[in-house]
């Protein structure tokens, strides 16, 4: 492959991410310059371990993330 492109999935606010966690992934992402990217907001599901832990990110924070 002569000219590959790496694309990505990104979630943001999964239960328990800081402000700190979240920059350092923002500027791994901008360092990396993905050909694509596609980034959703974590949404709690019933009978998951996330759904179950501490720390839950609100919709606003989220929001703001995913932007």
Do not use: L, W
Not at 31 to 36: T, V
Not at 43 to 61: L, N
């Amino acid at each position: 492959m002569d000219d590959p492109c790496i694309t990505t999935d990104i979630i943001v606010g999964f239960p328990g991410e800081t402000d700190e966690e979240f920059a350092i992934s923002r500027d791994f992402i901008e360092a990396m310059e993905f050909a694509g990217m596609h980034v959703f907001r974590y949404s709690k599901r019933p009978g998951t371990a996330a759904a179950r832990m501490k720390g839950h990110v609100s919709e606003d924070v989220k929001k703001r993330r995913s932007a």
